[in-house]
Nanobody, 116 residues
Framework: QVQLVESGGGLVQAGGSLRLSCASS????????MGWYRQAPGKQRELVAK???????NYPESVKGRFTISRDNAKNTVYLQMNSLKPEDTAVYYC??????????WGQGTQVTVSS
């Protein structure tokens, strides 16, 4: 079993920045991919950033250039640096770790609220 614990969410004004952290109970080097997703009220959960095999990072157009995913293997932690935040970035942000097959794990989520 893998536990993922997110932190770093909060309330920020538009144009501000936040850094989210996701601490894993298992070595993150073992994961095929790790990512961040978000879910706004009444909307489906969507991918925000994903890092594959510790190398390749993918971002949707909505956050490209503003969000950066990174990892610290020594701390078994993945980060999401969010800059130039917009009100539409308001959502609960979830950390995901995928080992393979059905081994797919989620954190409990952290709320990010961007005021205009």
């Amino acid at each position: 079993q893998v536990q993922l614990v997110e932190s770093g969410g909060g309330l920020v004004q538009a144009g501000g920045s936040l850094r989210l952290s996701c601490a894993s109970s298992r070595s993150i080097s073992s994961f095929a991919s790790m990512g961040w997703y978000r879910q706004a009220p009444g909307k489906q959960r969507e991918l925000v950033a994903k890092i594959i095999s510790g190398v390749t990072a993918n971002y949707p157009e909505s956050v490209k250039g503003r969000f950066t995913i990174s990892r610290d293997n020594a701390k078994n932690t993945v980060y999401l640096q969010m800059n130039s935040l917009k009100p539409e970035d308001t959502a609960v942000y979830y950390c995901n770790a995928f080992l393979g097959g059905t081994d797919d794990y989620w954190g409990q989520g952290t709320q990010v609220t961007v005021s205009s």
